[in-house]
């Protein structure tokens, strides 16, 4: 099967690639003049999509990154239209320190995945990042197999900006991906904390990488992270360290027993591989798959995909107020000196977050 | 010294117990009209506070507590005159599944740190009690000798209510205290999660006492808590538990090292205790008071109390934004609707939440 990027261009589909000029134009006109990618209609953005189309998709994955409000407009409604077509996949969550290995285990995962039929998304959060300076998956060629894979589409984080803002594009990402037939979904993330949660709220199952090593190098964890975890595998276990792997495991072992049982009723599970050799891989898509068959028996899977999307409702109008509120040019000047009273010690945190709320509400 | 509650009434201050009926009223109207306390003005409660006048103090807790708009207003005053004389005390939050000992280890702390010299607050934070039902710390009995300690003060929790709302009500609380002269403070709570966090971000210290027992009785702490604490206390380390007590404190001590260091560079410590056989409390107290000298000479101690205040400022506001959208009545009904749209897949989260935010502000 060839590339599908590869190909999209001859299948009289509505791609322009560009306006031709003619020839009486000043010239340096022309130069300023680069040659657009034709606006789809909504339509036309649905039924490409819905066909596997992955300039479409593409396309329409910029869309929803783009902060031009007409964009958003038509983003909005292709969202809309794809909504009844998603939902039918796994979302796996990914996640480790810089170092852990991430991108050479997505890579072997996902080959491994794709050998077991179906078709790839992988995705990224990454609220620190900037394009120009390569955020997480910015660059493809990380993933060697993967990112020349026929059945794999890898996108990018969306540059840098608010993490709601960026979590959101990338949830609506995946309602357009799975339209487009991908049933597996992977969203990567850096080990920094609260990414961690945006992606926890996305996904069906949290697996987090870690480094064999000492008891010191175990400790790049962010708090709360290992709880989120619904399978913990321990990477570079090869050569001489496999031993060292195998400890950490039972360390990492000893530490979930004493957490309570998640909600799921899963007993999450660790497990040692290594990427680069591509070794315990399938050990690890046996659990992953175990996971599934164990939460879509007993009701956990819908249960936890409702949750999240009124999690996400919620979430979306609790940003909104807040910034309504922090973005006030009247509140601005004012929470700068009540914070200084508060640190001063001349009032109370309530007393002033009663002045700004007056004022906000013009009472 | 006697016990301030017993002798306040002779003082000579202006607590009047009810007004004389004269004889010639309707009886059964008299019936009707109870002795009423006599309102004190905001200056002679906060002489009367900073006196250290229990009466007073507790009057003017009774007044935070008070759902009344005008009692509000005389305790915002109060608190916001007393705040010269707060803030010089040690605040320890202790938390705790049900029947960890609670209770007896802090009659038996309180006592161990009064000998120490100094006076002793005893709050809690149980958003789930309601007066009638034995809050935490409602039965005061339960902490027999700290009870009818002189220079002891215990309070309940604050009547059932939004957990926001009665942990401000604690936090006030502490203001009074402190200006009251009361230079320890100890905040109970139950093992509940969200609780522990209220109480979490208003003390300097958080201790969390577990039992011994079996893997399967550790996993009684709740999702995050272990990673507050700053000394983690196993009780009932006493006759045939002290192995079982001493290889729990070892599993703690291994999951804590999972953890990366915390904030204030402090490492907690894991220490076997009896609140019972009275056994152990000298060397948990000496931990505690390690950790003051720590975080006092590194500036972590103000540092942290800054934080706090900030973050009580932010709290208040972001709360009362999202009450004031979900009790509007028009979003109330609205609500309902939107998220059964979007359970059913009908709509995304984030249009739900557009079309909400929309109606609130009348776009």
Partial sequence: MEHPENNEIYKGLTVNKGIA???????????????RRRQYSVGEYVEGIVKGDITILSQAVTLIESLKPEHQVIAQEVIEKCLP?????????????????KSTSIDVFGLHVLERGGKLAVLAI?????????????????????SVHPDAFIRPSPAAGSLGGVARKTRETIILCEAAGFDKIFVETVGVGQSETAVHSMVDFFLLIQLAGTGDELQGIKRGIMEMADGIIINKADGNNIEKAKLAASHFRNALHLFPASESGWIPEVLTYSGFYNIGVKEIWDMVYRYFDFVKANGYFTHRRNEQAKYW??????????????HNPEIEGLLVKEEQQVLGGHTTSFAAAKKLLDTYFHR
């Fill in 21 to 35: 000029q003619p020839s009486t134009v000043n010239p340096y006109l022309s130069l300023r003049k680069k040659p």
């Fill in 85 to 101: 077509y998603s939902g039918n996949s796994v979302r796996i969550g990914i996640s480790g320190v810089p170092g852990a290995g």
């Fill in 126 to 146: 990454d609220p620190s990042s900037e394009r120009s300076k390569g955020s997480i998956l910015g660059d493809k060629t990380r993933m060697e197999k993967l």
């Fill in 313 to 326: 409702m919620y979430e979306t109008i609790n940003e909104h107020l807040k910034d309504s509120f922090y």
